[in-house]
């Protein structure tokens, strides 16, 4: 493969991962409530994982660290047609990098039973960077001992800067104010305001998540039938097709639903519960 026609391939990956991340990104917060072209079934869906539990790290979505691995990776693109026996070797090991995330990526798929079409197009992309790039670099001179401790020390410096905005941002910009749902989920309860989730839905994690230790107090009834105390056939009759949704009832009939995670204000606007039952701790 020519140097020329192996440096287009790759911005034009790049370009396309970037932009699949960016969606993803999307995804990770409107799946619950939007969903995605690529949710198919339980057993292929973007949303299930995308919006799981294992899409975030510390509180960091998932699909937005890619879009930053890919983002370099068009940045180590761009350098190789100056320098590219070197920077083909930043190319081979930053795939290398990205191709152990991945199986992070599958053992999360295997523990939802679920996969992630977008997601398995960018796991290509990457294992093709790589394979791609260790051709090239098996095939290229070896760089100058010191450019490359030089070049590799300032990409280093970028790359640690660049990625650990993200969990600054998330872990104290966007820190989450702490509050007691105790009297409010009572209430929800008291109106009859229930919840049909699945413990398999990202988005029913988070919304337990929202309400904290005060969750015991809401009804939830779980629609898997893998679940603990499944009652699959009940959320059949109510035709549940999407989790975690909420269903105000009113002596066994439907008054109204909603589909998604639902906001403080949402469920008190369903139910009649006042938000001034949420106490600041």
Partial sequence: MRKNTFIKIVLFLSVLGFITSLYLVKNHYEGSQQGSFCDFNTFTS?????????????????????????????VFAIK?????DLYFRFIFVWSVLGALFVFYMIAAEIILKTICPLCTFLHIIIFLVLGMSYFMISNAKKPNKKEFEKELKKNLVHIIVIF???????????QKE???YTEF????????????????CGSCAKQREMFGDSFKYVVEIEC???????????????????TPTWILEKDGKEISRYVGFASAEKLGQMSGCDLTLIKEI
Wanted: proline share 6%; net charge positive.
């Fill in 164 to 174: 650990i905005l993200p969990f600054i941002l998330f872990n104290i910009y966007f």
């Fill in 46 to 74: 973007c949303s299930i994982v995308n919006t799981s539990i294992y899409s975030e790290l510390f509180n960091v979505p998932v699909a937005l660290l890619g879009a930053l691995w890919f983002l370099f990776l068009f």
């Fill in 224 to 242: 898997h039938p893998q679940g603990e105390n499944p009652q699959t056939e009940r959320c059949l009759k109510m035709n549940i097709e999407r």
């Fill in 80 to 84: 190789s047609n100056k320098k590219p």
């Fill in 178 to 180: 702490n509050k007691d």
């Fill in 185 to 200: 989920a009572k209430c929800l309860t008291d109106k009859n305001l229930l919840m049909y989730g699945s413990f398999r």
